[in-house]
């Protein structure tokens, strides 16, 4: 079982629609979670970074954490087409070796 | 300021050959990190340098991958000899030092093709 899981996609959504993007987890240990967005022929870029449990929000973006439930969520609203890219989620422990789900490529349709 | 940078951008090689990487990370950031992508997998890590000392290589795959970052500034990723499954993305990646956020800064990966 991989340590993080998130489902590829694709997903494909109009302009202006809520995208929710989300990815568990198996090790109690990670404390730190981040999003990642990574344009095609780029490096991810990091676009949200959460310590711990509770939620962040950056302009259209929240990023939420639940380690009760082991669990991740990145919202994004008023969706542009400009948001059009593959959104990797990432984690760590004491560590600081990042362990990645596969990432979900989303396009998002003028 | 110059973001982490690496070179070649695209390697295509033939099985049993040789093939160096390099990375360039932002200056000052004394934490270096190698990940590799293979195609329909998640990005995963390889070894992460503080300085020019390995701090955790768990992840080099076997002996045929060998990293150097010779003065703490440069590294460079050797694979030798290169086989198929040595395909993929492989990206660096580097930080400040110390530990708090550590956000770690990627750059645009080296795609290497082993035939």
């Known amino acids: 079982q991989k340590e993080v899981e998130q489902d590829p996609g694709p997903l494909s959504v109009p302009e202006g629609a809520i995208v929710s993007l989300n990815c568990t987890y198996s090790?109690?240990?990670?404390?730190?979670f981040m999003w990642y967005r990574q344009y095609s022929r780029k490096g991810p870029e990091l676009l949200m970074y959460?310590?711990?449990?509770g939620n962040k929000e950056d302009g259209r973006f929240t990023a939420q954490v639940d380690k009760s439930s082991k669990y991740i969520s990145l919202f994004i609203r008023d969706s542009q087409p400009s948001d059009s890219a593959t959104y990797l989620c990432?984690?760590?422990?004491?560590?600081?070796?990042?362990?990645f789900g596969q990432g979900t490529r989303l396009t998002i349709n003028p | 300021e110059a973001g982490v940078t690496q070179f070649p951008s695209h390697s295509v090689i033939e099985k049993g050959q040789t093939v160096t990487l390099r990375c360039d990370p932002i200056?000052?950031?004394?934490?270096l990190y190698w990940y590799r992508r293979v195609m329909g997998k998640e990005i995963k890590f390889l070894l992460h340098?503080?300085?020019?000392?390995?701090?955790?290589e768990s992840g080099m795959p076997n002996n045929r991958f060998l990293a150097e970052r010779t003065g703490g500034t440069y590294s460079t990723l050797k694979v030798q000899p290169a086989e198929l499954e040595d395909s993929g993305v492989y990206f660096c990646?580097?930080?400040?030092?110390?530990?708090?956020?550590?956000?770690?800064?990627f750059g645009p990966g080296t795609r290497l093709t082993v035939l």
């Open positions: 990646a580097s930080s400040q030092p110390g530990q708090g956020t550590g956000e770690q800064f």
């Open positions: 090790n109690s240990a990670f404390q730190y």
């Open positions: 959460t310590y711990s449990s």
């Open positions: 990432a984690m760590r422990g004491g560590a600081q070796k990042l362990v």
């Open positions: 200056s000052g950031h004394d934490n």
């Open positions: 340098f503080v300085k020019e000392s390995k701090q955790d």
